[in-house]
T-cell receptor
Framework: ETGVTQSPTHLIKTRGQQVTLRCSSQ?????VSWYQQALGQGPQFIFQ???????GRGNFPPRFSGLQFPNYSSELNVNALELDDSALYLC????????????FGPGTRLTVT | QQQVKQSPQSLIVQKGGISIINCAYE??????FPWYQQFPGKGPALLIA?????SEKKEGRFTISFNKSAKQFSLHIMDSQPGDSATYFC?????????FGKGTRLSVIA
């Protein structure tokens, strides 16, 4: 059984640019959540996608947006990057009927210079 | 507003000892309390989780103790090993999302 995968592993962008991060959910999982983890902090919820629609959003501005595809994979897009967006971006998938259980991927380390 | 408070921030335990990490929450609507283990450069891995209808859950060397009236829960790692050295996060949720504590860096020394 393949776990949650994310790409790319690392990314360096310049302030003001746009970035797209990708996530493939674990087999049998249909819900994807995205979190931002700053250095030395716990993950912070960005949003969740279920049935290709946003199903809850944390305290993040609209320049953070996402998509979920029919195969349950997902993208996180961030526009107008700011220095404070530098963080580890984590994707987590949940089994059918169990939003609570969240299994994380290895993350994408984004550095904004 | 920090909804889940975790302590201690760091912990050093001798090999074979018991590691204890505590969390307190504010939102009484929370109904799911997981613990995650994270190694450097990796994503958090789900260790064990509990619902508020039970006071204790054990899986191998890991035990969650839950006190609903005090709004507190804790992780006990029995017979701690150097391989347990990692950062541990408690979390809580009501449906979704997970609200995480700030983490505890555990070092198990031989």
């Amino acid at each position: 059984e393949t776990g949650v995968t994310q790409s790319p592993t690392h990314l360096i962008k310049t302030r003001g640019q746009q970035v797209t991060l990708r996530c493939s959910s674990q087999s049998g999982h249909n819900t994807v959540s995205w979190y931002q983890q700053a250095l030395g902090q716990g993950p912070q919820f960005i949003f969740q996608y279920y049935r290709e629609e946003e199903n809850g959003r944390g305290n993040f501005p609209p320049r953070f947006s996402g998509l979920q595809f029919p195969n349950y994979s997902s993208e996180l897009n961030v526009n107008a990057l700011e220095l404070d967006d530098s963080a580890l971006y984590l994707c987590a998938s949940s089994p059918r009927g169990s939003f609570h259980e969240q299994y994380f991927g290895p993350g994408t380390r984004l550095t904004v210079t | 507003q920090q909804q889940v408070k975790q302590s201690p921030q760091s912990l050093i335990v001798q090999k074979g000892g018991i590691s204890i990490i505590n969390c307190a929450y504010e939102n009484t609507a929370f109904d799911y309390f997981p613990w995650y283990q994270q190694f450097p450069g990796k994503g958090p891995a789900l260790l064990i989780a509990i619902r508020p209808d039970v006071s204790e859950k054990k899986e191998g060397r890991f035990t969650i103790s839950f006190n609903k009236s005090a709004k507190q829960f804790s992780l006990h790692i029995m017979d701690s090993q150097p391989g347990d050295s990692a950062t541990y996060f408690c979390a809580a949720s009501e449906n979704t999302p997970l609200v995480f504590g700030k983490g505890t860096r555990l070092s198990v020394i031989a």
